[in-house]
């Protein structure tokens, strides 16, 4: 059974920094495309960050120069780092791992609030 568990979520303040962690278990995590995408309240799911099975990583504009994704293919596990965060980053977060099937994880909530 394939999971994707997430973790990392909290309340932060403007200008602060969180990272999100996403452990996965049940696939050849190696093999598998790797990204975060998140849903604030009364909006769409909107890409953040992916990476693939090399080095290449993804940005969605919006969060360009100031999150970085990475991944450790020997503790399958997989990144977000959030710098110079803004009220508008507010959402859940969702890790997903795409191959030959996509799968995704619950979900974590990223609060930015003073």
């Known amino acids: 059974q394939v999971q994707l568990v997430e973790s990392g979520g909290g309340l932060v303040q403007p200008g602060g920094s969180l990272t999100l962690s996403c452990v996965a278990s049940g696939l050849a995590f190696s093999d598998h495309r790797?990204?975060?995408y998140r849903q604030a309240s009364g909006k769409e799911?909107?890409?953040?960050a992916?990476?693939?099975?090399?080095?290449?990583?993804?940005?969605?504009?919006?969060?360009?120069g100031r999150f970085t994704i990475s991944r450790d293919n020997d503790k399958n596990t997989v990144w977000l780092q959030m710098n110079s965060l803004k009220s508008e980053d507010t959402a859940v977060y969702y890790c997903t791992a795409a191959g030959a099937v996509?799968?995704?994880?619950?979900g974590t909530q990223v609060t930015v609030s003073s």
């Open 45 to 48: 799911r909107e890409f953040v």
């Open 50 to 64: 992916g990476i693939g099975t090399g080095v290449d990583t993804y940005y969605g504009d919006s969060v360009k």
């Open 102 to 106: 996509d799968y995704w994880g619950q």
């Open 34 to 36: 790797m990204g975060w």
